[in-house]
């Protein structure tokens, strides 16, 4: 018999539909019952490519026994985290302030009200090493609540004012770690203070660098996808200039009364400081992409890379595929890409970060998109092992080979360039026809199961990644692929009346929580991206009116929200729908959006000046970069783009044709270094010129160049800005 999750729009909610146990959906009305029968809340959270979560859910939740305990003396609620991540992040934050660790399946009891008293993970169906069973910890908490309920109520409300108090201390952290970085006269960003802060972040990776497998840490690897983004754009700039002037070095000079050729010792040292930043960053980049890539956490035979390593080596991979990891390294590599065939050297590299990027998107394609045209969500990591593999686990079933005598080519010798990973895992630069002998074996074999509901965010990182990767690497068929997704959400994912954002969609059905700061930011730096590939000035002014939406809601006075609205039961939990600094998976929300309204190269956003919400977010740059470095890739870029924002070129009285050869003049820049725009779209309008026709102002902060008027005089101030940016 169905419970009522059979109405979710969640596929994760919706393997749980047939469940024994009575579930409902996170909503102000399971909470009124549980008050209204005076029993706790049993919350579980998880999300449909879980490995651990299905095997609790066959374990216990389809369990008749547990069903019927569980009905009888809780109300239970399950939650998939994609769709909530509001749920989800402040009842972690409880789960680990309890346990002192976190992942999912997520199983926390809540007070009537909402607040945590007891929380951990997964529990088996019977004890093991020391772990309660499931059954036991259900009536352990029961015993509890109705024998000791004053004791458990003191309990949560603890829980209540530490989670409350999270925002405060970590301001109070982050402000003992040392001074923001500074703007100096005029309203730039002080150069010194942005080449520290960029030697203290490399200091500090570093430090977490696993010099023996590469990567950082020494336990289980996640695609570190912030910092990888963050290196790039190190990387990439040797001298940073200042677009549209002189570089910051002959700035400098001639400041100080000097001849600009002649550069000083503090310039010449703040030279030999940022290409040392630049050759550190590359290698760092290079060493864990080459790690990643030439490891089992890339599918060699399908393309796309896994969650993440079980094992430090990056030979282990725990299979779920997942849409956010694969848009932001899509990006990484294309970024990459280009930098290592802008200064033409490593070929070799090149040619295998470019084929992994490419192997990618054919799986993007293949698997990946709705029949909307935008993303699904992650692909399972479990599946029915194949009638090949026989003795294969469930968990990645669809993805191992053991072959035969020892070999997943049927005996014959490997590629020189292949290995064999743990457990049948495929790593190595596999050789084509390997690759496709492989291929053929998996298609036969029972696919996982695809999530494929449509998340906001996870698009729009698909959106930016799919938009520069189209420039970079020659592929416009990536970027048509964008377009399509970006229509639908704008569509469908947007209320045309406010403006406002939902969080996720599936088959048409649109969820009516509205989406997070990271559904806003993502978005509209995704369309921003898309602009600059194509052009086409709509995406423009659809990234711009969704800014100045995110603004007005998820920005107050100095304080950056993750949620416009913190969902009352959540707050009676202790959620302050604060934005945290720190990344994650993925770069902080609060920097994402730094960037992007840097990059939109817009004064103000609605009714607030751009410039007062990049410094409230860029604030505590220093702190997080010294606490923590390896979650402070996000900051950083958000600092790196601050201090230098893209050369906007203003365009005034281009045909389509010249504003066609325009773009062509600018090239690869234009997803990089410079933003083109029509002078309609103009920041600060644009001077008047001397005499009609095709007009190209080099300007920043409202101050212009004169102007050039052919598309050659175009290439060449190209050439110009990218050579002062190094």
């Known amino acids: 018999m169905s419970n009522r999750l059979v109405h979710s729009t969640?596929?994760?909610?919706?393997?749980?539909?047939?469940?024994?146990?009575?579930?409902?959906?996170?909503?102000?009305?399971?909470?009124?019952?549980?008050?209204?029968?005076?029993?706790?809340?049993?919350?579980?959270?998880?999300?449909?490519?879980?490995?651990?979560?299905?095997v609790m859910a066959h374990e216990?939740?389809?369990?008749?026994?547990?069903?019927?305990?569980?009905?009888?003396?809780?109300?239970?609620?399950?939650?998939?985290?994609?769709q909530r991540p509001d749920v989800d992040s402040i009842y972690m934050a409880a789960t680990q302030l309890l346990t002192g660790q976190g992942g999912w399946p997520m199983t926390a009891f809540l007070t009537p009200q909402g607040r945590v008293f007891h929380a951990g993970t997964y529990y088996p169906p019977r004890p093991v090493q020391g772990r309660p069973s499931f059954m036991q910890v259900l009536r352990a908490v029961t015993e509890a609540w109705t024998e000791r309920r004053d004791e458990v109520l003191r309990g949560?409300?603890?829980?209540?004012?530490?989670?409350?108090?999270?925002?405060?201390?970590?301001?109070?952290?982050?402000?003992?770690?040392?001074?923001?970085?500074?703007?100096?006269?005029?309203?730039?960003?002080?150069?010194?203070?942005?080449?520290q802060l960029t030697g203290a972040w490399l200091d500090g990776l570093e430090v977490a660098r696993d010099a023996a497998h590469e990567g950082f840490g020494t336990g289980a690897k996640f695609p570190p996808s912030p910092a990888l983004d963050a290196l790039t754009r190190i990387a990439s700039t040797a001298l940073h200039g200042v677009p549209g002037h002189e570089s910051a070095a002959a700035n400098a000079r001639a400041a100080s009364g000097q001849d600009a050729e002649q550069p000083s010792e503090q310039a010449s040292e703040h030279d030999d400081a940022a290409a040392?930043?630049?050759?550190?960053?590359?290698?760092?980049?290079?060493?864990?992409?080459?790690?990643?890539?030439?490891?089992?956490?890339?599918?060699?035979?399908?393309?796309?890379?896994?969650?993440?390593?079980?094992?430090?080596?990056?030979?282990?991979?725990?299979?779920?595929?997942?849409?956010?990891?694969?848009?932001?390294?899509?990006?990484?590599?294309?970024?990459?890409?280009?930098?290592?065939?802008?200064?033409?050297?490593?070929?070799?590299?090149?040619?295998?970060?470019?084929?992994?990027?490419?192997?990618?998107?054919?799986?993007?394609?293949?698997?990946?998109?709705t029949p909307e045209g935008a993303f699904a969500a992650s692909l399972d990591a479990d599946s029915d092992p194949a009638s090949d593999e026989p003795h294969a686990e469930r968990e990645g079933a669809y993805y191992t080979f053991s072959g035969h005598a020892g070999s997943p080519t049927g005996g014959r010798p490997a590629p020189a360039t292949a290995a064999w990973g743990e457990a049948g895992a495929v790593t190595g630069i596999l050789d084509e026809s390997v690759r496709q002998e492989l291929w053929q074996r998996r298609i036969t074999r029972t696919a996982p199961r695809l999530d494929d509901k449509i998340v906001t965010a996870w698009n729009g990182m698909a959106l930016t990644g799919l938009a520069d990767a189209g420039v970079l690497l020659g592929h416009p068929e990536w970027i048509e692929l964008a377009a399509t997704a970006a229509g639908f959400l704008w569509e469908r994912h947007r209320d045309s009346a406010t403006g406002r954002i939902t969080r996720t969609s599936r088959g048409g059905v649109v969820d009516p929580h509205e989406g997070q700061l990271e559904d806003y930011a993502r978005f509209g730096a995704g369309l921003l991206a898309l602009y600059r590939a194509t052009g086409e000035t709509a995406w423009y002014e659809r990234s711009r009116a969704l800014a100045e939406v995110a603004v007005e809601r998820c920005v107050r006075g100095s304080t950056v929200l993750e949620s416009a609205e913190v969902?009352?039961?959540?707050?009676?939990?202790?959620?302050?729908?604060?934005?945290?600094?720190?990344?994650?998976?993925?770069?902080s929300s609060s920097a994402v959006l730094s960037r992007w309204l840097t990059e939109l190269s817009q004064?103000?956003?609605?009714?607030?000046?751009?410039?007062?919400?990049?410094?409230?977010?860029?604030?505590?740059?220093?702190?997080?970069?010294l606490k923590a470095p390896t979650a402070a890739g996000g900051m950083v870029s958000a600092v790196l783009a601050d201090a230098h924002p893209p050369a906007l070129l203003q365009v005034v009285d281009a045909s389509a044709e010249q504003w066609r050869e325009t773009l062509d003049a600018v090239g690869a820049a234009r997803v990089l270094d410079v933003l083109v725009l029509d002078g309609s779209a103009a920041p600060y309008g644009v001077p008047a010129a001397s005499e009609p026709g095709y007009t190209v102002w080099l300007c920043r902060d409202g101050r212009c160049e004169l102007p050039v008027r052919s598309v050659p005089d175009v290439s060449a101030l190209v050439t110009r800005i990218r050579a002062e940016r190094g």
């Open 276 to 369: 040392q930043h630049a050759r550190t960053a590359r290698d760092l980049l290079c060493a864990t992409l080459d790690a990643m890539v030439t490891g089992a956490l890339q599918d060699h035979v399908g393309g796309g890379f896994f969650r993440y390593s079980v094992t430090p080596d990056w030979s282990l991979p725990h299979y779920e595929k997942m849409l956010y990891d694969n848009a932001q390294l899509l990006g990484v590599l294309a970024r990459t890409v280009a930098l290592l065939e802008r200064t033409g050297t490593d070929a070799t590299r090149a040619a295998r970060y470019r084929r992994a990027a490419e192997l990618l998107v054919e799986w993007l394609e293949r698997e990946m998109i």
């Open 156 to 195: 949560a409300e603890q829980v209540y004012d530490a989670l409350s108090r999270h925002p405060e201390l970590v301001d109070r952290m982050l402000a003992d770690a040392g001074p923001s970085v500074v703007r100096v006269e005029g309203g730039e960003v002080a150069e010194d203070a942005v080449e």
């Open 60 to 82: 216990s939740f389809e369990d008749p026994e547990v069903g019927r305990y569980v009905n009888e003396h809780f109300v239970a609620v399950k939650v998939d985290r994609e």
């Open 603 to 625: 004064p103000t956003i609605g009714e607030r000046q751009a410039r007062e919400v990049v410094d409230a977010v860029t604030a505590p740059a220093t702190g997080v970069v």
């Open 10 to 54: 969640s596929p994760y909610l919706l393997q749980h539909a047939e469940n024994p146990v009575d579930w409902w959906e996170f909503c102000p009305e399971a909470f009124e019952e549980a008050r209204a029968r005076e029993v706790p809340v049993l919350l579980s959270v998880g999300y449909a490519a879980c490995h651990w979560c299905h």
């Open 567 to 587: 969902d009352p039961t959540l707050a009676a939990a202790g959620a302050t729908g604060r934005a945290e600094p720190f990344d994650d998976v993925a770069a």
